[in-house]
Each structure stands twice: as structure tokens, then as C-alpha cells.
T-cell receptor, first 115, second 116 residues
Framework: EAQVTQNPRYLITVTGKKLTVTCSQN?????MSWYRQDPGLGLRQIYY???????DKGDVPEGYKVSRKEKRNFPLILESPSPNQTSLYFC??????????????FGEGSRLTVL | AQKITQTQPGMFVQEKEAVTLDCTYD???????LFWYKQPSSGEMIFLIY??????QNATEGRYSLNFQKARKSANLVISASQLGDSAMYFC?????????????FGDGTTLTVKP
């Protein structure tokens, strides 16, 4: 089954404790992206990657890191989480350049709480 | 910079009636894509419809159609014959370039409630 898998789905952590949210897709997609969703603010893009070893900042990259060492994986790293990073996080992927369907395939979301 | 504006935080519609969800956008790019997603209360993001900036015809997908008015920079979603299962949050979004590979921007969303 074609899917984008995020882990963990739910996490409660404390300020300053490094954490990684993993994202993996099995569709051989070139493009992957991370978003955060907060009430009343829609989805805001954190980072995106057009291919392996290519990453770019979205609108809200502060406090986050990403890496794209393999095509299928795009982990989101919070080096020193703070309470304002409490949010619902989505990973998404799409085939990338050369396609024009517009469709992003989303993971199920990861709800992160930072105390 | 790209910007998406959804001016209707909440909308109500009677079952079986049509409803229009508004979306305006701002960009200096000539090539861009516009799309709509549905987010039910369960939280997943469901792709509904896509419109490329160079597409002359309005996109349609089943009961969904996108009313694309390029000069007015609007990309309204029309849902015909509303069903109870259409109750959800709806997001309008834009991404750079004529591919999926650019930066993307989402609106704040519209909560649609379908009344029986």
C-alpha cells in the first residue's frame, strides 16, 4: 500500500530534550516536506526537500532541522524543543519535478506536546 | 511571497445544496498550482482538486469544482449536492512552479458543517 508513515504519532516530552520525528514514504517520491498545524493558522511549511541531499527552508524553520540522506526518509529533528513547538506535525511527499497533478500525499500526523 | 486567504472561518450548508468556499491568493510567480484539501475530524489530509495556473478550464473532480478566476486571483471550491460526510475543515493551498517541487503555502481553513 502506498503510504507516508510518521513516527511517533503521539509524543509528550520536556523542554530541551532532543527528539526526532521520522517520516518514510514507499512511493519513490522525490519531494518531501514537513508542516505544522496550529489552531487558526492552517498548515505552515517548515522544511522541504526536492531530492536527496537537497533541502530548503519553508516559512517556519526556526528550531527545526532536517536531513535527506535517502530518498524514502525525511526526519524532522528538534534539537532543543520548547513549548511553542507543541503542535500537530505532518509529513508529505509528492512525485516532484516533471509532474503537475499537485497532489501531496500526507502522513497521518504526529501530535507533539512539549512541557 | 505567496499568500492564501480564506475569509470564511465557518460555513453552514443544508444537505443536498451546493456551497462555495472562498479562496484568494497572492503571488508574483507566473507558474503556480492551486489545490484544495479536506481534513475531517479524524485529522487526515485528503486531496480534493488541483488547478494549474496555465490551465484554461476549471478543474472538476466528481462533486468538486474549482472556480478559477486568474485576474481576480481567486480559486473558490464549489461542492455540489452536499453530503453529511462533507462536514470537515477545508484548506486552500498554493505551491510554486508548475511542478510539485516548490514551496507551498496553505490558508487558515474553512470549517464546513452540513446540516441534515
Amino acid at each position: 500500500e502506498a503510504q507516508v508513515t510518521q513516527n511517533p504519532r503521539y509524543l509528550i516530552t520536556v523542554t530541551g530534550k532532543k527528539l526526532t520525528v521520522t517520516c518514510s514514504q514507499n512511493m519513490n517520491h522525490e519531494y518531501m516536506s514537513w508542516y505544522r498545524q496550529d489552531p487558526g493558522l492552517g498548515l505552515r511549511q517548515i522544511y522541504y526537500s526536492m531530492n536527496v541531499e537537497v533541502t530548503d527552508k519553508g516559512d517556519v524553520p526556526e528550531g527545526y532541522k532536517v536531513s535527506r540522506k535517502e530518498k524514502r526518509n525525511f526526519p524532522l529533528i528538534l534539537e532543543s524543543p520548547s513549548p511553542n513547538q507543541t503542535s500537530l506535525y505532518f509529513c508529505a511527499s509528492s512525485p516532484g519535478q516533471g509532474t503537475n497533478t499537485g497532489e501531496l500525499f500526507f502522513g497521518e500526523g504526529s501530535r507533539l506536546t512539549v512541557l | 511571497a505567496q499568500k492564501i486567504t480564506q475569509t470564511q472561518p465557518g460555513m453552514f450548508v443544508q444537505e443536498k445544496e451546493a456551497v462555495t468556499l472562498d479562496c484568494t491568493y497572492d503571488t508574483s510567480d507566473q507558474s503556480y498550482g492551486l489545490f484544495w484539501y479536506k481534513q475531517p475530524s479524524s485529522g487526515e489530509m485528503i486531496f480534493l482538486i488541483y488547478q494549474g495556473s496555465y490551465d484554461e478550464q476549471n478543474a472538476t473532480e466528481g462533486r468538486y469544482s474549482l472556480n478559477f478566476q486568474k485576474a481576480r486571483k481567486s480559486a473558490n471550491l464549489v461542492i455540489s449536492a452536499s453530503q453529511l460526510g462533507d462536514s470537515a475543515m477545508y484548506f486552500c493551498a498554493m505551491r510554486e512552479g508548475y511542478t510539485n517541487a516548490g514551496k507551498s503555502t496553505f490558508g487558515d481553513g474553512t470549517t464546513l458543517t452540513v446540516k441534515p
